[in-house]
């Protein structure tokens, strides 16, 4: 029943998107798209060498645009505020240290909503491990491609995420 409801939950994704957007203009665009036309392997590079300079505490959040136009070419220093992935500015702004911490987090918080899943017999603790589960999927799939958690109010809904996974694995039975 779970490869049905994913299986069904693509479908409507891509019967939205296509329908919204236009499944041409999204194809177009990636015909579009070359090496030429994309600078991101070239900030990618200037970003590396920078994190050479800060790599286990990072140059502190929200540096990314004052400290990189240090590192980069005169056509790209202006231009990038923010680093795509998401992932590669957080192990810029707080270094491994910083990463790794947050990783642990979200991978305790990923555990315990997969437990409770698996254990719980309360139906709405089963619900809310399973939205924190699916949720955490889904955001670490878009902050692989963009920036989403650079904007405050994702960042937050995610830490509530978090706290659901939390929530669902040790709330007490017939607790209100």
């Known amino acids: 029943?779970?490869?049905?409801?994913?299986?069904?939950?693509?479908?409507?994704?891509l019967l939205?998107?296509?329908?919204?957007?236009?499944?041409?203009?999204?194809v177009e665009r990636i015909a579009q798209t070359t090496a030429e036309t994309e600078d991101r392997d070239e900030v990618a590079?200037?970003?590396?060498?920078?994190?050479?300079d800060f790599p286990v505490f990072g140059a502190g959040l929200g540096a990314f645009p004052v400290v990189f136009?240090?590192?980069?070419?005169?056509?790209?220093?202006?231009?990038?505020?923010?680093?795509?992935?998401?992932?590669?500015?957080?192990?810029?702004?707080?270094g491994l240290l910083g990463v790794s911490l947050l990783a642990l987090m979200v991978l305790m918080s990923f555990a315990i909503a997969l437990r409770a899943h698996y254990q719980r017999d309360d139906p709405?603790?089963?619900?809310?491990?399973?939205?924190?589960?699916?949720?955490i999927i889904a955001l670490m799939i878009h902050s692989a491609v963009d920036f989403n958690l650079q904007i405050p109010a994702n960042a937050l809904t995610f830490m509530f995420i978090l706290a659901l996974a939390w929530l669902s694995g040790h709330r007490l039975e017939g607790e209100a």
């Open 1 to 13: 029943s779970m490869v049905i409801l994913l299986a069904s939950l693509i479908a409507i994704d």
């Open 16 to 26: 939205v998107v296509g329908t919204y957007f236009g499944t041409q203009r999204v």
């Open 45 to 52: 590079g200037y970003a590396l060498e920078m994190w050479k």
């Open 69 to 94: 136009p240090r590192y980069s070419a005169e056509a790209t220093a202006g231009t990038y505020t923010h680093l795509k992935p998401n992932k590669a500015e957080q192990c810029y702004d707080v």
């Open 124 to 135: 709405l603790m089963r619900g809310i491990s399973f939205a924190a589960i699916m949720s």
